[in-house]
């Protein structure tokens, strides 16, 4: 029964544009108002806030981002205060303080445009996570050659790759296009 009225409860939100959804109790002829108990089904954490406009991707919630400067509901929960600050509002704006305007900015929304592209020092943190992986990487690659890795064999050195040239020098191997095309063998010396 309860998942039948959940499914009826979100059939209704669907059918219903976001941006013409009002909750307030003044609304223009073309918006929807919704009454409390469907308000509360359908958006049940939205709490005493007004829907205000469609947002960032039309739900209801509130982010702070400079993309999209209208979130579809107001930051803060309706108070007296408030309410009396907005009928305030509705008269002459000359009569507002300073810190009148200021609280209703902050009834609305959470940081201002300075405050979004304020530096957030996050850098620091990406810095370090970068900087201990590749420490710890260079310790492993050490770890590695030390322990895991056999020893390089003796055909590696340098002495052992000299002899290996002259045995074949003294060998004759690749007369035409090889090592032994090279060698001036009247001389003892390279061509």
């Known amino acids: 029964m309860a998942g039948r009225q959940l499914a009826r409860t979100a059939i209704i939100a669907c059918r219903l544009p976001q941006r013409s959804i009002c909750t307030s109790t003044v609304c223009r002829s073309d918006q929807v108002q919704l009454d409390p108990q469907t308000r509360d089904k359908i958006y049940p954490k939205l709490g005493n806030r007004e829907i205000v406009g469609y947002g960032m991707n039309g739900t209801a919630h509130y982010i702070d981002h ?17 309410l009396a600050l907005r009928e305030k509002e509705k008269g002459e704006w000359k009569a507002l303080t300073l810190e009148e305007k200021k609280e209703l900015y902050r009834a609305s929304f959470c940081q201002t445009y300075a405050e979004m592209n304020a530096p957030t020092g996050e850098w620091k943190s990406i810095t370090s996570i970068v900087l201990m992986g590749m420490f710890l990487t260079g310790w492993l690659l050490l770890w590695i050659k030390v322990y895991v890795y056999p020893d390089l064999p003796k055909t590696i050195n ?6 290996e040239v002259r ?4 060998m004759r191997a690749a007369p035409v296009e090889g090592v032994s095309s090279k060698w001036d063998y009247e001389k003892g010396e390279w061509k």
């Not at 509901?73 to 205060?81: A, D, G, H, M, Q």
């Not at 340098?158 to 002899?163: A, D, G, L, V, Y």
């Open 167 to 170: 045995r074949m020098i003294d």
């Open 66 to 82: 400079t993309d999209f400067p209208c979130p579809a509901i107001r930051f803060k929960e309706n108070t007296p205060e408030v």
């Open 158 to 163: 340098r002495e052992w790759q000299e002899s």
